[in-house]
């Protein structure tokens, strides 16, 4: 199983960077690593993904380990509306002949004003 | 441009009675999926579909059937729904094949259906 560790909840104040990590040592060479966001009661939205290097676009950053056994979502700046629950996901060939996302329980952010 | 779509929004049955799921995407994706998510839990793959005409089990799909109608819309059935099928159902769209690995398949979700089983 593609698994992936993360702490159940974090804090952070209004406007300022946010670091969610994530642990996935069981990682291969070809799984990409993904990051979606969950807003309350919507369906998940994409953030961001990666293989090796260190990405960045209009949402977040991701920091990956020269090991990729971990990662490191940055929110550069924490704003209400960034108020969810971070999945970090592998993804991963599931031997059936697809990839397949596979979701833990995430983290939930709670941003304080 | 409504991405994914889903009806009906919140249902209830009684435990045997049967219904579908509805779920259509306006953005010619190839690949279609359904996940239930459970209170305090991540999303759980029931069935997707890699491209119009086939369909695959995902990682818990009994209990369930699914149609791939057309390349835009994909159903989830339940034939004899059960208490333990009480769930937030979630159908989700992406552009490229799921039997290739690519960068850039990144998944739209459709905004859930609410569904009580007594």
């Known amino acids: 199983d593609a698994k992936t560790t993360q702490p159940n909840s974090m804090e952070s104040n209004e406007e300022e960077p946010v670091h969610l990590p994530c642990n996935h040592s069981t990682i291969s060479g070809t799984d990409y690593i993904h990051w979606y966001r969950q807003l309350p009661s919507q369906g998940p939205e994409y953030v961001i993904h990666g293989l090796t290097s260190n990405v960045n676009n209009r949402m977040a950053s991701l920091a990956i380990a020269e090991d990729r056994k971990s990662s490191t979502l940055i929110l550069h700046r924490a704003t209400l509306r960034d108020a969810a629950v971070y999945y970090c996901?592998?993804?991963?060939?599931?031997?059936?002949?697809?990839?397949?996302?596979?979701f833990g329980k995430g983290t939930k952010l709670s941003v304080i004003p | 441009n409504a991405g994914v779509t889903q009806t009906p929004k919140f249902q209830v049955l009684k435990t045997g009675q049967s219904m579908t799921l509805q779920c259509a995407q306006d953005?010619?994706?190839?690949?279609m999926y359904w996940y239930r998510q459970d209170p305090g839990m991540g999303l759980r793959l029931i069935y997707y579909?890699?491209?119009?005409?086939?369909?695959d089990k995902g990682e818990v799909p009994n209990g369930y059937n699914v149609s791939r109608l057309n390349k835009r819309e994909f159903s989830l059935r339940l034939e004899s729904a059960a208490p333990s099928q009480t769930s937030v159902y979630f159908c989700?769209?992406?552009?490229?094949?799921?039997?290739?690995?690519?960068?850039?398949?990144?998944?739209?979700f459709g905004p859930g259906t609410r569904l009580t089983v007594l």
């Open positions: 996901i592998l993804k991963k060939y599931s031997g059936a002949g697809s990839y397949q996302l596979t």
């Open positions: 989700a769209s992406s552009e490229a094949p799921m039997r290739v690995s690519t960068s850039t398949d990144t998944q739209y």
């Open positions: 953005m010619n994706h190839n690949s």
């Open positions: 579909s890699a491209s119009e005409g086939t369909t």
